[in-house]
């Protein structure tokens, strides 16, 4: 399942330039019924997304760090604190060198947070998407096959369905692009390359520039032996100038394209691995 969304989603993920309005700024357009942080929180949320649209550089993320575990000293239970812890933990959980017991742990405390911020306030979509991420990244540290036994599919699909049907343009197609991995990871007879595939393109015409998306074509493709346009998929996200929508983001599954394509054109050719979720 992937679920990274964010995804997860994916993750995700805040989004710098136009999507800055929808993973960090984008709070502000979804406030309805969510009221205005107090004036202590305002300025630390402010920092928060700042460093958070600059999170693959290490300092900003001992800042991004650091100011969140003020905010959440400061208002445990506020909504806009919460959602942001879980943002984070998602997006930690879905580094491609963690371990399977890392990412399990880090998606469970992205999930715990999410279902904290939707129970703060259901009707704003951030809570029920990044709980969704980390259901996803919880369900691929245990493996999926585990995760189908605990029940994990339910409660990764009702949260993502919820979010769609509160902004199904959240993040310029993360929730597409977190679908599109779903049907891509379960095992036969629940695996679905035809809905992965038309949930991609989906998400593709949100955002044409998403590259998780565009790597994650590249490994359906792969799978079904589609490997010419597989490879160009792959080329598409590689090539791609990062700061469009996400740039540590766009930065980080640009590394695991370029890394596809090595890997592709080796000896052996045709890499199948599913890596970076």
Known sequence: MVFTMRPLLLAAALLASPALAQQGAGHDAARQGGGSPSPALAPLLAEIDASYARRDEPAQLTAQRERLAEAEKL?????EVLWRLAR???WLADDPGLSGNEKS????????????????????????????GGVGMYALGIGVITALRQGIEGKFKDRLSTAERIDPDFQNGSIQTAWGRFWYELPWPKYSPDRSRKSLEAALRKNPANVRAHVYLADLFTKEDRLPEAAAELQRAAGAVPGRYD???????????????????????????????
């Open 88 to 90: 984070l933990h998602v």
């Open 75 to 79: 208002a445990p239970g506020d909504y």
């Open 247 to 277: 740039a540590p983001e766009e930065r980080r599954w640009q590394t695991i394209a370029k890394r596809k394509l090595t890997e592709a054109n080796g000896p052996r050719g045709g890499a199948r691995g599913s890596e970076g979720g």
């Open 105 to 132: 742990r880090l998606g469970k405390l992205a999930w715990d947070y999410g279902d904290r911020a939707t129970a703060a306030n259901p009707a704003r979509v951030e809570g029920w998407n990044f709980a969704a």
